[in-house]
């Protein structure tokens, strides 16, 4: 896919009679669940997110810094938290198409 299709995007083909077939590419990914959506200031929680629109190669930062993704698929993503500030953190997951998705770990 070419780095400049947009999030939520459809591929349409055209045959030269005029029947089509299309298909959503780069979708928006939704989270539906989270595991262990809380943990301890010194990081290294094992943190698990399930949804839909995940793909291999995605990125997850908590608030603002990298964890460290150890496996995702298309329906979940699973990673070691940083260190960080006690109390509620952004978190924003990042396919490689450039599409996110935003929710909140708490840090305790």
């Known amino acids: ?3 400049s299709v947009s999030c939520a995007s459809t ?3 055209t045959n030269p009679d005029g029947s089509f077939a ?3 590419i780069n979708p928006i990914p939704v989270i539906t669940s989270q595991t262990n959506a809380s943990g ?3 990081g290294n929680t094992t943190y698990v997110v399930i949804g839909q629109g995940f793909a291999p190669g995605m990125t997850m930062t908590i608030g603002g810094n990298a964890a460290n993704v150890l ?3 298309a329906t ?4 070691l938290t940083p260190p960080g500030v006690l109390g509620p953190s952004p978190v924003v997951i990042t396919t490689p198409g450039g599409c996110q998705v935003t929710t909140t770990f708490t840090y305790l």
């Open 76 to 79: 979940s993503i699973v990673a």
């Open 22 to 24: 299309q298909t959503a």
């Open 11 to 13: 591929l349409r083909v």
């Open 1 to 3: 896919m070419p780095p």
């Open 71 to 73: 496996a995702g698929g």
């Open 40 to 42: 301890p200031v010194t």
